[in-house]
């Protein structure tokens, strides 16, 4: 693609609103209510992210759902007409993983997860155990396993052998559904866990922590400062750009509804304010690639 003439007033663009009018070295988006909802990309996403490309800005997606791996998301991406390379994912599977290689490397560890995290830390060579005898660490997830007998082990582990310590894949309370519904997440299993243990969960390496968008960048010179985090929460997305020191672009197509943004702090609200994904693009780029509002309505 030629370089956009940038200079053109724009016959008309995107509605009224806080979005950007430059382009980014770098775009980081959530996935979940970003991107797609369920098995749908959400209107605009796939215009956007092939126009992204074309002007050569990385790409990069992250999620902190665990029970997929990077493939998993790379192989649903691609049924949905958007092929992407499976390094240019990062999840919550990709940076537990790391973390506890970094941190803990000779740690025992009890993964309440499923398969996806599980088949990672197999890989990993990282040593699991259901005995909370010789169990270090306490995995807590997005599990739809979680059972009354994973809590047992879990309390016997940090309540009763006080050895082990607590760490969680993401602080999400719910993930998103389609029809305004909702999965328990990890937020209700750490809570369990530190209700019955009054232990306190140490750490979450999904967003907001700084890490995961440390690592989707890795391997780019860009500062995070010329990079934009797009998502549709305040507490993960919004909130993570702001720590890792990333513009910020709230998409109101999933978690967060445009009342929610009445008097929230400055320090918590978002840069940008986009009605759909594809707004993130400027105005004049609109022109330029002769974008209609009520197209991109198929991705
Ligand atoms: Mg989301």
Not at 218 to 236: E, F, H, K, Y
Not at 289 to 299: I, Q, S
Request: hydrophobic letters at 40%; charged letters at 25%; one cysteine or more.
């Amino acid at each position: 693609m030629p370089s956009p003439q940038m200079s053109q007033a724009p016959r008309r663009g995107p509605a009224a609103g806080r979005v950007p009018d430059e382009l980014y070295d770098a775009y980081v988006f959530d996935l979940d209510g970003t991107i797609y909802l369920g098995e749908a990309l959400l209107p605009g996403a796939g215009r956007l992210i092939t126009a992204l490309r074309d002007l050569d800005r990385p790409v990069r997606f992250l999620s902190n759902n665990p029970t997929k791996d990077p493939q998993q998301y790379a192989d649903k991406l691609e049924a949905l007409g958007l092929p992407t390379p499976v390094d240019d994912i990062v999840n919550t599977v990709v940076v537990m993983t790391r973390w506890l290689l970094d941190n803990a490397p000779d740690a025992v560890v009890f993964p309440i997860a499923e398969g996806p995290l599980i088949r990672a830390f197999e890989q990993a060579g990282i040593r699991m155990s259901e005995d909370p005898s010789e169990i270090d660490i306490v995995v807590a997830s997005y599990d739809r396993g979680f059972e009354y007998r994973k809590l047992q082990i879990a309390f016997d582990a940090l309540w009763f052998h006080r050895r082990a310590r607590l760490v969680a894949t993401n602080p999400d309370r719910y993930c998103p559904m389609p029809g305004g519904r909702g999965e328990p997440d990890c937020a209700a299993v750490v809570a369990a866990i530190e209700a019955c243990t009054g232990a306190t969960c140490e750490v979450n390496v999904g967003k907001p922590d700084p890490a995961i968008l440390h690592t989707a960048l890795a391997g780019l010179t860009v500062d995070p400062a010329r990079a934009v985090m797009v998502g549709d929460r305040l507490s993960t997305d919004i909130r993570l750009a702001r720590e890792a020191g990333a513009a910020s672009a709230l998409v109101l197509t999933g978690d967060t509804q445009r009342d929610e943004l009445h008097g929230l702090p400055a320090a918590q609200a978002p840069d940008f304010v986009l009605e759909r994904v594809d707004r993130l693009l400027p105005p004049r780029l609109w022109e330029y690639l002769g974008w209609e509002e009520d197209d991109g309505h198929d991705g």
